[in-house]
């Protein structure tokens, strides 16, 4: 198996995890913009030592790689995390997956339609098989009568800027170092966040050991490892397939509310479920 299908499984497994420990955030009083400002602040650092100890020549860039990992790091990494976050203060943690997991489709109609690529029949029931996957293991059938509008704009803007970022790598960015891509874009998203709020103001509160914890998991494994294993494998295997493979994440989501929050499952989730890993073992058959 190529590298880049084991980046994207492993990369979709850790961010299922993310709306669980955002909640968690949340209830602990913190707002989007805050816990993303602080968990850069965890990640910069931390990135900056290991690509130090791993090669710290990879940190130099020129300036138009320099420029597009501005790009990636404020209007996709930046814009992608706020409006998630943001949604889940108006939606459940599976109406918001399901919203950003439309970023798939979004990714397919933009390669068909702007870049021209021809598909056939095989990438077209891949794409549809997985989202229909997802939409029955978040058990979405009794839902969609009862939501946030304002949460539905956020999780779909974040669909947007998430497609955005796996298109944008794709193009401009097949030559860098993954890691090297990741830390770039990072600085440049706490940077554009400091615009509407200031470190130090982050500091003014008291921090319990539970938001400690939560913020070092966020910037580790929410943050750094699969955004970095993500940018491998659209640079190994493409947007497109890594998009599809992305949605493990829903049965993982569903796995870790089972175990972690005890909601209940139905049949119909653990179909859903089956039906996503199928869509993603079937799109490593298609060329």
Request: aromatic letters at 14%.
């Amino acid at each position: 198996m190529r590298k880049g299908y084991l980046y994207a499984v492993l990369s979709a497994v850790l961010f299922g995890s993310c709306g669980i420990i955002v909640k968690i955030t949340f209830s602990e009083g913190m707002d989007s913009i805050s816990i993303l400002a602080l968990q850069y602040m965890v990640a910069i650092p931390v990135m900056f030592f290991t690509i130090s100890v791993v090669d710290k020549n990879i940190l130099k860039i020129n300036r138009q790689e320099l420029y597009h990992t501005a790009v990636l790091g404020i209007l996709g990494d930046t814009l992608m995390t706020v409006f998630y976050y943001k949604a889940f203060n108006y939606l459940d943690v599976s109406m918001v997956t399901i919203l950003l997991y439309t970023y798939p489709i979004m990714v397919f109609f933009y390669s068909s339609l702007v870049e021209k690529n021809s598909f056939g029949s095989k990438k077209i029931f891949a794409v549809v098989m997985a989202f229909i996957g997802c939409f029955l293991t978040l058990g979405l059938v009794n839902k969609l009568a009862s939501f946030s509008v304002k949460g539905c704009v956020f999780g779909i803007l974040s669909a947007v800027f998430y497609a955005f970022m796996n298109i944008y790598s794709e193009k401009k960015m097949k030559s860098l170092n993954s890691l090297t891509v990741n830390f770039y874009s990072i600085v440049f998203s706490f940077l554009s966040l400091i615009v509407f709020i200031s470190p130090a103001a982050l500091f003014q509160r008291e921090f319990s050991i539970k938001l400690v914890i939560c913020i070092i998991i966020l910037a580790v494994f929410c943050g750094i490892i699969p955004l970095t294993l993500l940018y491998a494998a659209i640079k190994d295997i493409g947007a497109l397939k890594v998009s599809i493979i992305g949605n493990l994440e829903i049965p993982t989501a569903m796995l870790l509310s089972f175990f972690v929050l005890g909601e209940s499952v139905t049949l119909l989730q653990v179909f859903g479920a089956a039906v996503v890993i199928y869509a993603v073992y079937y799109i490593r058959k298609v060329d």
